[in-house]
């Protein structure tokens, strides 16, 4: 089913910032819970992503990502997740996350 232009430019998709990650040792699947920053306008996000096969903890913070700001929140367990990272998924449902080529300011739009 095809969207209309008018659908895609309703998503949301922004430039955030991981300031903080945490193991999400309750979610049924290996995954870790992230804080992100996506600027002044937009705020702090929290988010869960199973992206344990190809990335540390230590490897994530302050590495920019690609996110959908305005789904509706979703509990994840005891987890209140505020966006969706975005990212490739492979042939064994690992992940590949989205980003910016360089550095940039947070909360800019993807279009």
């Known amino acids: 089913m095809d969207l209309t232009w008018s659908e895609f430019e309703r998503t949301e998709m922004r430039v955030g910032t991981i300031i903080d990650v945490n193991d999400f040792p309750e979610a049924r699947k290996p995954a870790y819970q992230l804080t992100i920053d996506f600027g002044t306008e937009i705020g702090i996000r929290k988010s869960s ?6 990335y540390k903890k230590e490897d994530l913070v302050d590495r920019q990502i690609i996110a959908v700001v305005n789904f ?12 969706l990272v975005l990212g490739a998924i492979g042939k064994e449902g690992d992940v590949i996350l989205l980003a ?10 993807i279009g």
Not at 49 to 54: C, F, K
Not at 72 to 83: L, T, Y
């Open 49 to 54: 992503a199973q992206i344990t096969v190809h």
């Open 72 to 83: 509706p929140k979703k509990q994840i367990g005891k987890f209140m997740s505020e966006c």
């Open 100 to 109: 910016p080529d360089f550095k940039i300011e947070n909360g800019l739009r």
